[in-house]
């Protein structure tokens, strides 16, 4: 007879045999390379578990988590620290990648609400006979079968994203040969310093994971692990900003290649031609663009910043609210001569992937280049140049990119 399978619900462990339940299928999430590479975040989910099933939820707020949790002092100003705020949105974000791969069939889930710090704990089944397998049990019996479906799922997701990048580049292409003479100036103006020097272009994206230090591989490290583990993590936005500068470079005939931030050393970078792609996942984009007029400030709020106008906190967007409720983004498109890498340098960055991938439009579409270059000084091909770039978040898509300032120097 078919089992009918409800909704999880909200449970309570109320003996040790319950509580026995969370304390296994925590260690699996702590075990898992979505948190295994880290200190912070799995200190804060086994502190608040723990807390939980000991009674003390009561406990569990801001401040005593950082005492307690981070080693803050007991008086710390919580506003302009937000180490458990930040923790916990991370934290969030990665059970919710652990049960997408690792949720079908699992008995129990923990989860950390919204707006909360106090762990909640659903049941599938709570009527079930004790002689139901537990859940790693369950996962155990099936983990062959569920890993072939996975590799199968990521081998699908990455043949899409590079048939992606293909097809868009081969559109690129296509539309840059279409258009208009004056209009190839506009892109050759912009590019000119890049398609000068000799040798390849490096183009250096963003990978990192909000500064998180994951683990090395080792010798041991099995290739579905190497394959579907966050060193392979590359998402759409980059794939589409890849795709659209490709077009441009095949179309110049300029060789490029492609690095992580995280496997790129100042030496890869010395003396050639560097396109940077993404801002608070890209670490050389943070690093390299802080001297300049407008820069990335990240945080819990991070936004554009003009150096010359610090009163200005317009360009930002909230990292806290809710990804669906972001309707704007902002990114930063730089063309200049860096003394630090000593060779010429284009930034195209976002806030978020809405922006970098707005952004990498812009740089790459004659029309929006030849009503940028309307607002911008005569002689700004020669020189070094910087735009602050806007773009509307329709329907969870980038909109058209608008510049809202700039500087040449």
Not at 184 to 196: E, H, R, S, V
Not at 245 to 273: C, F, W
Not at 290 to 296: I, Q
């Amino acid at each position: 007879m078919p089992v009918s399978v409800q909704p999880p619900e909200h449970w309570t462990p109320a003996s040790a045999q319950d509580r026995e339940l969370v304390v296994r299928e925590l260690d699996a999430i702590l075990a898992s390379y979505h948190f295994r590479g880290s200190k912070r975040y799995p200190a804060l989910l086994k502190y608040v578990v723990s807390a939980a099933l000991e009674g003390r939820s009561d406990d569990l707020k801001e401040r005593t988590l950082g005492v307690e949790v981070f080693g803050r002092h007991p008086d710390y100003d919580t506003s302009a620290d937000p180490v458990v705020r930040f923790s916990a949105s991370e934290v969030r974000k990665r059970i919710a990648q652990y049960y997408h791969e690792n949720g079908d069939g699992a008995r129990l889930q923990i989860e950390l609400p919204l707006g909360s710090y106090v762990p909640e704990f659903l049941l599938q089944g709570p009527d079930l006979p004790e002689t139901q397998a537990s859940p790693r049990d369950t996962k155990s019996a099936s983990t062959q079968g569920r890993s072939h479906e996975n590799l199968h799922r990521y081998r699908t997701l990455a043949v899409s994203l590079v048939a992606l990048l293909l097809a868009a580049a081969a559109v690129a292409t296509y539309l840059y040969r279409g258009a208009s003479s004056p209009q190839i100036a506009a892109i050759d103006k912009l590019w000119g310093p890049l398609f000068k020097p000799p040798g390849p272009i490096l183009i250096v994206v963003g990978t990192s994971h909000n500064g998180t230090k994951l683990i090395p591989e080792t010798a041991e490290t099995t290739f579905f692990e190497h394959m579907t583990g966050p060193y392979h993590h590359v998402s759409l936005a980059i794939a589409t900003a890849l795709a659209n500068l490709a077009g441009v470079l095949r179309q110049h005939g300029n060789a490029y290649e492609i690095k992580e931030d995280n496997e790129t050393s100042l030496t890869d970078m010395h003396s050639r031609p560097l396109i940077l792609i993404g801002a608070t996942n890209n670490a050389w984009t943070m690093r390299l663009v802080g001297p300049l007029r407008f820069r990335f400030l990240p945080g819990p709020k991070s936004q554009v910043q003009d150096a010359k106008n610090l009163q200005n906190t317009d360009w930002s967007i909230d990292f806290f609210k809710p990804y669906s409720s972001v309707t704007t983004d902002y990114a930063i498109v730089a063309r200049y001569h860096d003394p630090t890498t000593e060779g010429p340098v284009m930034v195209v960055a976002g806030l978020g992937p809405f922006g970098t991938e707005a952004a990498s439009a812009f740089v790459v579409s004659p029309q929006y280049l030849e009503q940028a270059i309307r607002q911008l000084p005569a002689g700004w091909e020669n020189k070094n140049l910087e735009l602050v770039l806007k773009t509307e978040v329709i329907d969870g898509k980038a909109g058209p990119p608008v510049l809202v300032s700039s500087t040449v120097w």
